[in-house]
């Protein structure tokens, strides 16, 4: 205790770490040590016995034992031992193990206001509103990813903008889903209920997922540490894989805080050959500084692509009018008689004089001119060869113009039955042949796609488009719409976007009337969709309406995941003070599924503890008290009377996984 004792004195030197109590801010500080932040390290050094615990002597440098540090700071916690296992990991390795060698799953995607924010800047510290991500092990899921039963289901149509009575799911011949759906829950609990019915059926997944860079706009837990960050994102990918038909095509948009590491995280679950292109997004004006203290000005995100093995990826079309370049006709005149006839290599070939034709240029020509010149000439079998092998020596002979017919060449490309070839008409070099029109058209299958865009002026636009107001994070419609283009997506297609926030591809796919899903936990951002969809079906006239000519119209349900211990969390991420919370936990011990690792009795005999702990830390310890396995109800609970499904959730739950009843 003597060490603990001299630490919290230690740290009391600082103000930032203390409360309005008098107590440490624990969490912040174990933050801080989890980032390495030199004021902290350089504090912790002032103290002899602090830095002979923590510091270990490599050659002439200190290193600091991180892990030592945040264990020691945590071992005041009142739980037993079994709640380490929820506690935060750091750096891309966690214990010693890759990503990819860990089955872990990381859960809990809370609110803004409740994001970890400790060790970010001076004037954050002062907030002691503080979060952490439960990362749960392997071992302790059994029911977590099991599909779960719906709830609160609506229809949005023209005439029922606040929601109709649901009437049933509409399905194609094969059994699908044709109904567009907005599906309010958590988005890794939602992918794997959603793999019941629409695995290998969705064409395109796009996504917005937070940037991991502590300031998104939507209220978004924007701020994991690196691992958890990275762990949040493989278990959504790898089961949202599962989903994909097989010639569909991910899009994920980044920034450059993790999109080398995100890269590597795709590269593990597509595998590295169906890595597609990074496209380089400009999103602002390189004079539009956001922060003078920045180093550098950002002016680009990105967007990488993964694909399935059958993927083509869609090509720019060469808009060009086929008989743009034919605009010669060559006329012989009135009783013209070729001056010679001579077989050349095999061709019948007519020979006229200057003064036995006419070269005639229009529109409504019928002939195009090639100059016989470069790689022209190396052509096999083509009247440019022709020329340089047999017919350019006889320029001083025939003379200049002379013109050439001959028979029988190229009938096959342009059915004319014969080539024009000609001399220059002065003193030029190169002679010329004329081209009919080909016979067959040949079907031109465009350029590739760049992997830059310009949108800098829709980004700058796009705060109020869909009728919604969001002033920072919104992605703009023509940018979405490029993607939907460069991926090929058809009616008919499917279309999921896990991380809708206000609703910018799902607008997109309706007024495109491409089938849809999103997915979206938040309310506010449910809020945002939900009226963005209606307005869009009222014939919303921002964004990409005025280029598709959209008048309004269509349809989507609305589903929710059914809450369980959900609820619970809900509850205690919204509450304001520790009277709330212990209100709160006298009803989770009547209604709510404990951890099996938790004893209620022990609970009990340290509740005075537990008052005592920071309000941010009796958060965090209440929410782990429940089973994350019993979040929202499970599909195999539905019948289950403990669990209170109504008519109206059986039907809906019945319906979307085809169950008997």
């Known amino acids: 205790m003597k060490l603990y004792t001299t630490i919290e004195a230690l740290l009391k030197n600082e103000p930032n770490y203390v409360t309005d109590d008098g107590d440490l801010k624990k969490w912040v500080i174990i933050s801080k040590a989890k980032n390495y932040d030199a004021a902290l390290i350089a504090l912790l050094?002032?103290?002899?016995?602090?830095?002979?615990?923590?510091?270990?002597?490599?050659?002439?440098?200190?290193?600091?034992?991180?892990?030592?540090?945040?264990?020691?700071?945590?071992?005041?916690?009142?739980?037993?031992?079994?709640?380490?296992?929820y506690k935060n990991k750091i750096g891309l390795t966690i214990d010693g193990k890759f990503l990819n060698q860990r089955n872990e799953v990381a859960l809990v995607w809370p609110y803004k206001d409740c994001v970890l924010e400790g060790g970010q800047s001076r004037e954050e510290d002062k907030r002691e509103e503080i979060f952490f991500n439960e990362v749960l092990a392997q071992d302790e899921i059994n029911q977590l990813l099991d599909p779960k039963v719906l709830t609160n289901a609506k229809t949005f149509s023209p005439l029922t903008p606040e929601g109709g009575i649901f009437e049933g799911f509409t399905r194609n011949e094969q059994g699908t889903i044709t109904d567009n759906l907005v599906i309010k829950g958590n988005n890794l609990l939602a992918l794997h209920s959603l793999k019941e019915e629409f695995a290998g059926k969705v064409k395109l997944i796009y996504i917005d997922p937070p940037y991991n860079t502590g300031s998104d706009s939507f209220g978004y837990n924007d701020n994991f540490n690196h691992s958890t960050w990275l762990t949040f994102m493989k278990n959504r990918l790898e089961v949202a894989k599962k989903l994909l038909t097989d010639d569909g095509v991910i899009f994920v948009s980044v920034d450059d805080n993790e999109y080398t590491y995100l890269r590597s995280v795709l590269d593990d679950i597509f595998g590295k050959e169906r890595f597609e292109n990074i496209f380089h997004i400009k999103v602002r004006h390189e004079n539009r500084i956001l922060r003078q203290d920045a180093k550098y000005q950002k002016v680009m995100e990105q967007t990488i692509c993964y694909s399935m093995p059958n993927y083509v990826p869609n090509r720019v079309e060469i808009k060009k009018d086929k008989d743009l370049d034919y605009n010669f006709d060559i006329i012989l005149v009135e009783n013209a008689k070729p001056s010679e006839i001579i077989k050349i290599n095999g061709f019948d070939v007519e020979i006229y004089d200057r003064n036995s034709y006419q070269l005639v240029k229009s529109k409504e020509g019928n002939l195009k001119e090639y100059n016989i010149r470069g790689s022209l000439i190396t052509q096999k079998?083509?009247?440019?060869?022709?020329?340089?092998?047999?017919?350019?020596?006889?320029?001083?002979?025939?003379?200049?113009?002379?013109?050439?017919?001959?028979?029988?060449?190229?009938?096959?490309?342009?059915?004319?039955?014969?080539?024009?070839?000609?001399?220059?008409?002065?003193?030029?070099?190169?002679?010329?042949?004329?081209?009919?029109?080909?016979?067959?058209?040949?079907?031109?299958?465009?350029?590739?796609?760049?992997?830059?865009?310009?949108?800098?002026?829709?980004?700058?636009?796009?705060?109020?488009?869909?009728?919604?107001?969001?002033?920072?994070?919104?992605?703009?419609?023509?940018?979405?719409?490029?993607?939907?283009?460069?991926?090929?997506?058809?009616?008919?297609?499917?279309?999921?976007?896990?991380?809708?926030?206000?609703?910018?591809?799902?607008?997109?796919?309706?007024?495109?009337?491409?089938?849809?899903?999103?997915?979206?936990?938040?309310?506010?951002?449910?809020?945002?969709?939900?009226?963005?969809?209606?307005?869009?079906?009222?014939?919303?006239?921002?964004?990409?309406?005025?280029?598709?000519?959209?008048?309004?119209?269509?349809?989507?349900?609305?589903?929710?995941?059914?809450?369980?211990?959900?609820?619970?969390?809900?509850?205690?991420?919204e509450a304001k003070?520790?009277?709330?919370?212990?209100?709160?936990?006298?009803?989770?011990k009547n209604k709510s599924f404990l951890n099996y690792n938790i004893a209620i009795q022990k609970q009990?005999?340290?509740?005075?503890?537990?008052?005592?702990?920071?309000?941010?830390?009796?958060?965090?310890?209440?929410?782990?008290?429940?089973?994350?396995?019993?979040?929202?109800?499970?599909?195999?609970?539905?019948?289950?009377?403990?669990?209170?499904?109504?008519?109206?959730?059986?039907?809906?739950?019945?319906?979307?996984?085809?169950?008997?009843?």
């Open 577 to 588: 003070n520790s009277k709330t919370l212990l209100k709160i936990w006298e009803e989770m």
């Open 45 to 85: 050094l002032e103290n002899p016995e602090v830095k002979s615990h923590f510091f270990i002597p490599v050659k002439d440098v200190l290193v600091f034992n991180q892990a030592l540090f945040i264990e020691f700071m945590e071992q005041k916690n009142y739980l037993n031992d079994s709640f380490t296992a």
């Open 381 to 573: 079998g083509s009247a440019s060869e022709f020329y340089e092998l047999f017919l350019r020596k006889r320029k001083d002979k025939d003379g200049n113009g002379a013109l050439y017919k001959i028979l029988k060449m190229g009938e096959k490309g342009d059915g004319l039955g014969y080539r024009f070839v000609r001399q220059p008409f002065d003193n030029g070099n190169n002679g010329f042949y004329y081209q009919g029109k080909p016979l067959k058209v040949n079907t031109e299958k465009g350029n590739p796609y760049p992997n830059y865009f310009d949108f800098e002026k829709e980004f700058n636009n796009s705060s109020e488009e869909g009728g919604v107001i969001f002033k920072n994070g919104k992605k703009p419609e023509k940018f979405i719409e490029k993607l939907f283009e460069i991926s090929g997506l058809k009616k008919g297609n499917v279309m999921l976007d896990f991380h809708i926030g206000s609703g910018s591809s799902i607008a997109v796919a309706h007024k495109l009337e491409f089938q849809y899903i999103g997915i979206e936990q938040m309310q506010s951002q449910i809020d945002l969709s939900l009226a963005r969809l209606n307005n869009v079906i009222n014939g919303d006239s921002t964004g990409i309406s005025k280029s598709v000519n959209w008048q309004g119209g269509g349809s989507f349900t609305y589903v929710e995941l059914k809450k369980y211990n959900q609820a619970f969390i809900d509850k205690i991420l």
């Open 604 to 661: 009990e005999e340290h509740i005075e503890d537990f008052k005592k702990l920071e309000f941010s830390a009796q958060k965090e310890l209440l929410m782990a008290l429940l089973d994350k396995n019993q979040l929202y109800v499970n599909l195999s609970s539905l019948q289950d009377k403990d669990f209170g499904c109504t008519a109206e959730e059986l039907k809906v739950t019945q319906d979307f996984y085809q169950l008997k009843k």
